[in-house]
């Protein structure tokens, strides 16, 4: 009972599981690199809103490792308000059923804001299971200069105001020009009165001897002599 009157021997060709776990291997690779070296943060949670993945831009912005916050969600990582900002724009992501774009802000630990210009979008896994993913760039510098410019122009209106002075913008490749208030109560007529705006606006309602003093004037600064 103890003898051996042969031996069975099977084979199993395992090219084509091999080929696939490298191409697999591969695009993981190419993933990584691609998001690692994006300039973006980006990020992808689960179906319960539960972090899967982000790369290491976002690492790095935010001082934190994939593995410390794999799983969790925005209300346990972020403060109340940015937590439930978030969730809010992820619930209005997918009410759209489309790419939607924010702006959001987070903070650091010094009570700093970064201002972010995000695009949260949903997609679906091999498993048919949906996806929250979105990158953000930081804005911060666009948006304070924007700021910046916001409260410049404030005070320049307060001064005109003031002044009343009357002001008259011309955008030449547009051809569109602004005239403000008090530019029409000089001439004796209320801005309403003088719409539609155009450069004949302005044309019409200068005095015949003083419009081509005017023109030669505006052809000079066309001509960067003045």
Same mark, same amino acid.
């Given at each position: 009972?103890?003898?051996?009157?042969?031996?069975?021997?099977?084979?199993?060709?395992?090219?084509?599981? /091999?080929?696939?776990?490298?191409?697999? #291997?591969?695009?993981?690779?190419?993933?990584?690199?691609?998001?690692?070296?994006?300039?973006?943060?980006? $990020?992808?949670?689960?179906?319960?809103?539960?972090?899967?993945?982000?790369? &290491?831009?976002? &690492?790095?912005?935010?001082? =934190?490792?994939?593995?410390?916050?794999?799983?969790? #969600?925005?209300?346990? /990582?972020?403060? #109340?308000? =940015? @937590?439930? @900002?978030? !969730?809010?724009?992820?619930?209005?992501?997918?009410? *759209? &059923?489309?790419?939607?774009?924010?702006? &959001?802000?987070?903070?650091?630990?010094?009570?700093?804001?970064?201002?972010? #210009?995000?695009?949260?979008?949903?997609?679906?896994?091999?498993?048919?299971?949906?996806?929250?993913?979105?990158?953000?760039?930081?804005?911060?510098?666009?948006?304070?200069?924007?700021?910046?410019?916001?409260?410049?122009? @404030?005070?320049?209106?307060?001064?005109?105001?003031?002044?009343?002075?009357?002001? $008259?913008? $011309?955008?030449? %490749?547009?051809?569109? =020009?602004?005239?403000?208030?008090?530019?029409?109560?000089?001439?004796?007529?209320?801005?309403?009165?003088?719409?539609?705006?155009? /450069?004949?606006? $302005?044309?019409?309602?200068?005095? %015949?001897?003083?419009?081509?003093?005017?023109?030669? *004037? =505006?052809?000079? !600064?066309?001509?960067?002599?003045?």
């Amino acid at each position: 009972n103890d003898r051996i009157d042969g031996t069975i021997i099977t084979f199993t060709d395992l090219t084509e599981t /091999l080929s696939m776990e490298a191409e697999l #291997k591969i695009s993981q690779q190419r993933f990584e690199l691609f998001m690692n070296n994006s300039p973006a943060t980006c $990020w992808i949670k689960d179906h319960q809103g539960r972090f899967v993945y982000f790369n &290491e831009p976002f &690492e790095r912005h935010f001082g =934190v490792k994939l593995e410390d916050w794999q799983g969790e #969600k925005d209300d346990a /990582l972020w403060p #109340k308000e =940015v @937590a439930e @900002a978030f !969730h809010q724009n992820d619930l209005e992501m997918l009410e *759209k &059923e489309c790419p939607t774009s924010f702006n &959001e802000t987070t903070y650091d630990r010094d009570g700093n804001p970064t201002f972010w #210009k995000t695009i949260r979008f949903s997609f679906r896994d091999a498993q048919n299971q949906t996806l929250l993913a979105g990158l953000g760039l930081d804005n911060t510098k666009a948006n304070i200069i924007e700021q910046e410019l916001e409260e410049q122009k @404030a005070r320049i209106e307060k001064i005109i105001d003031a002044t009343h002075l009357g002001t $008259w913008e $011309w955008n030449v %490749p547009t051809s569109q =020009v602004f005239f403000n208030e008090n530019w029409a109560s000089m001439l004796g007529y209320t801005l309403e009165e003088l719409h539609p705006l155009s /450069l004949n606006t $302005w044309t019409e309602l200068t005095h %015949p001897d003083d419009l081509a003093e005017a023109m030669e *004037k =505006v052809q000079s !600064h066309f001509d960067r002599k003045t």
